[in-house]
């Protein structure tokens, strides 16, 4: 991303008060207790299991693992995981926004 597109962003996330998520395209993740996770903004699943879960996103992947993980409902662009959570790792291509 060029250093102008970067000053766009900020200024505009800025001016019109928007959530860094929407503006970045960034994952945002909502996490009850270690029972259940709801993630926003993947870009598809590489892998699953009942103990591993690896999510594409637009900068890096999500990896998420547990126990007994399901997935309970799945769209083009959010998911929620069912289980016993342990980990959360955003593993990010380098780059910042």
């Not at 083009?76 to 926004?97: C, D, K």
Request: hydrophobic share 35%; proline share 3%.
């Amino acid at each position: 991303m060029s250093r102008i597109s970067r000053k766009l962003q900020k200024w505009t996330q800025e001016m019109l008060d928007l959530p860094q998520d929407l503006l970045f395209d960034l994952p945002r993740l909502t996490l009850i207790g270690n029972k259940e996770l709801h993630i926003e903004n993947h870009r598809g699943v590489r892998h699953f299991s009942a103990d591993k879960l690896i999510l594409s996103l637009t900068q890096g992947t999500m990896e998420i693992t547990g126990s007994g993980l399901s997935i309970r409902a799945i769209q083009s662009s959010e998911v929620t995981i069912e289980g016993t959570i342990n980990n959360i790792q955003y593993i990010g291509t380098g780059e910042r926004p």
